[in-house]
Structure formats: C-alpha cells, structure tokens
Nanobody, 125 residues
Framework: QVQLVESGGDSVQAGGSLRLSCAVS????????MGWFRQVPGKEREGVGT???????KYVDSVRGRFTISRDRDKSIIYLQMNSLKPEDSAMYYC???????????????????WGQGTQVTVSS
C-alpha cells in the first residue's frame, strides 16, 4: 500500500516561491509514477506534472518553466519547487502515485490510484 503525505503549503505573494514535499512509503520507484495535482473549489482536479522511474518529468503548459518536480531517492520524498508564483496557482496541491513503468507518465488525475491529503497554497497579488 502506497502512502503519501504532503507538506510545505503556505501563503505567499505573487512572484514568490514555495517548495512542496511529498513523503512516500510503500512505493517502488521502478514501477510507480509520481504526480502533483491541484484543485480549487468547484473545479476538477488538474495535473501539474509527473516524474517517472527514470526521473523524466512532464509538466502542463501553465507551469512549465516555473515549476520543477524532483525526487530524493534516499529519503523517498518527491518535491515540487514552485517559482514565480501567480494568484491563479492558488489551490490545494496533491501528491499522487500510480503503477507505471513506462516513460513520460501523463499527468492525468483519473489514472492515479494513491493520493495524499493535500496541502494548501495561496498566492496573493
């Protein structure tokens, strides 16, 4: 059973940076793809990006160039570094995992099986 716990959410001003962390247990980095997603009330959960077993990353257009996903192999932690934050980045951010041994894992929420509880990010203008 894969378990995920997010942390690092906070309130920041536009243009600022945050780093979210996702502590993962019970997963096999060679078999699982890890993803970050976000959701605002009244809207569907949307993908932010993913990192696969080869540490290849994939991002949605709205965050590409500003957000970076990385993995600390020794600590089994997935990070989401968010720079140049905008008010529209405000959301609950979730870490998720799915079994996927291929390349370029798509950040499609419906494909992910395991989810954390979320951490809130608020960006003020």
């Amino acid at each position: 059973q894969v378990q995920l716990v997010e942390s690092g959410g906070d309130s920041v001003q536009a243009g600022g940076s945050l780093r979210l962390s996702c502590a993962v247990s019970g997963y096999d980095r060679n078999r699982h793809c890890m993803g970050w997603f976000r959701q605002v009330p009244g809207k569907e959960r949307e993908g932010v990006g993913t990192i696969d077993g080869w540490r290849d990353t994939k991002y949605v257009d709205s965050v590409r160039g500003r957000f970076t996903i990385s993995r600390d192999r020794d600590k089994s932690i997935i990070y989401l570094q968010m720079n140049s934050l905008k008010p529209e980045d405000s959301a609950m951010y979730y870490c998720a995992a799915r079994v996927y041994s291929g390349l370029n894992c798509p950040p499609t929420a419906a494909d992910f099986t395991y989810w954390g509880q979320g951490t809130q990010v608020t960006v003020s203008s």
